[in-house]
């Protein structure tokens, strides 16, 4: 399969008087996993629809493989998409599933037994040709509509939560196997999810959005460390928020909170963002060798496995997070008892509201 590159300029979409999608701007490299994330209602799923024709038409452009599409009917754009529910046909085998698509298009016999063939030794369930859907599990019922989507040979793959069905460890095991066939076929494919995990562990690059707008796009660890607003730091992972001000190069903040600025900040209103895991606690009065140190008080604790989450009071109120790896026959700290919260100043991304 070729691999096609995805271009989208100033995309607006409506239902009604709602606006969904508020001028995208977006370039999906050819061969790229690409991940769209955000709540529900942020437009990701409506973006992907978008680009498979399905829904309102759109004000703006959709090119694939330089070839604007954005007004063309869904039959006429040549890409596949893998639904939420897979959509297979009940009254059908799992082969007649996968060769609906090209005999839709008219292919000779022969022809769809091959392409039919291979579709389903890729996605290794060419034993179960003769089965019908109802005979199927979860991960098998997905890897059919994975099939009957590759067999057409579309020039994207577009996959709208395909996972979101699945238990826990077969969604570990199908987002590897998905990651797999696609670095196998080098086709550009796009992933919508609301999981964190999933588009981190798949994904080349991801757009984070949030209520019709791309708030940013990048590797997912560049989004995770270098987040571009306090939205897209509170939705990928935990993250501490202390609202204050930028002066004199550093940042300070009610109750005489006050921590270096590492990278190069205008003075003025502020919030310092940082991780839990980037906070390391102290015994209170313990010499941290000139490190940022602020004063805290436990006020709880969460024992999380491979973590223990701590919940501290900072002078003023401000309440933060800080994660310590447990150890077995470790001390789990007290309620109320007092510690020092040490935090790298490289670690801390100061942000405007």
Do not use: C
Request: charged content about 20%; overall charge negative.
């Amino acid at each position: 399969m070729a691999s096609q590159p995805i271009l989208i300029e100033n995309l607006h979409l409506s239902f009604g008087d709602t606006h969904v999608l508020k001028g995208i701007d977006l370039t999906i490299e050819a061969g790229e996993f690409f991940a769209f994330l955000g709540p529900s209602g942020s437009g990701k799923s409506t973006l992907l629809r978008a680009i498979a024709g399905f829904g309102p038409e759109p004000e703006g452009r959709i090119l694939i493989g330089g070839e604007d599409v954005a007004h063309m009917p869904p039959w006429e754009r040549n890409v596949g998409m893998v639904f939420q529910n897979y959509a297979l046909w009940p009254h059908m085998t799992v082969a007649r599933n996968v060769a609906f698509g090209l005999k839709e298009r008219r292919l000779p016999r022969d022809e769809i037994a091959r392409r039919v063939e291979q579709a389903l030794d890729l996605v290794g369930l060419a034993h179960l040709a003769e089965r019908r859907p109802s005979q199927l599990s979860g991960g098998q019922q997905q890897r059919v509509a994975l099939a009957r989507t590759l067999v057409i040979e579309p020039r994207v793959l577009l996959l709208d939560e395909p996972l979101s069905n699945l238990d826990a460890n077969l969604r570990v095991q199908m987002r590897r196997e998905l990651l797999r066939l696609q670095r196998q076929l080098g086709i550009t494919t796009i992933f919508v999810t609301h999981d964190q995990e999933e588009a981190n562990t798949t994904a080349d690059r991801m757009a984070v959005l949030d209520a019709g707008v791309i708030q940013q796009v990048g590797t997912p660890m560049e989004l995770y460390d270098q987040p571009a607003n306090l939205f897209v730091a509170g939705f990928l992972g935990s993250a501490n928020r202390i609202e204050g001000q930028v002066e004199n190069g550093a940042f300070t903040a009610e109750g005489g909170i006050r921590l270096p600025v590492a990278q190069d900040s205008a003075a003025g209103p502020a919030w310092a963002v940082f991780r839990p895991q980037n906070v390391r606690l102290s015994d209170a009065g313990h010499d941290t060798g000139g490190a940022a140190t602020l004063p805290a008080v436990i006020a709880h604790s969460e024992f999380l496995g491979a973590l223990i989450r701590y919940t501290l009071t900072l002078p003023g109120g401000t309440e933060i997070l800080a994660d310590e790896p447990h150890h077995s026959g470790q001390r789990v700290r007290g309620q109320d008892e007092r510690v020092q919260a040490v935090i790298d100043p490289a670690q801390v991304r100061i942000l405007r509201a």
